[in-house]
């Protein structure tokens, strides 16, 4: 069974920075899509951002510019660089692996922006 467990989550301050982890256990294949989503209070869970074969990445506009996604295959961990954090990115965090027609959810970690 795939299993992400996000981590690293917290409250900073506008302008602040952190980096978000997720470890997933279990058979994965490190060519499959990996993902990061977030769901703030009464909004629709959102992409955030996506890396697929090849390191290829992609992002929300929201966020371009200021998030970085990247993955330790050796680790079987996924990372979320977070810089110039603004209060509109608080939200849950979710990790998500891609296998096929199925995807695999973390319980999601907090992050909180004050300004």
């Known amino acids: 069974q795939v299993q992400p467990v996000e981590s690293g989550g917290g409250l900073v301050q506008a302008g602040g920075s952190l980096r978000l982890s997720c470890a997933v256990s279990g058979n994965i294949f490190h060519s499959n899509p990996m993902g990061w989503h977030r769901q703030a209070p009464g909004k629709q869970r959102e992409l955030v951002a996506r890396?697929?074969?090849?390191?290829?990445?992609s992002y929300g506009d929201s966020v371009k510019g200021r998030f970085t996604i990247s993955r330790d295959n050796a680790k079987n961990t996924l990372y979320l660089q977070m810089d110039n954090l603004k209060p509109e990115d608080t939200a849950v965090y979710y990790c998500?692996?891609?296998?096929?027609?199925?995807?695999?959810w973390g319980q999601g970690t907090q992050v909180t922006v004050s300004s």
């Open positions: 890396i697929t074969v090849g390191d290829t990445t």
């Open positions: 998500n692996y891609w296998s096929g027609p199925f995807v695999y």
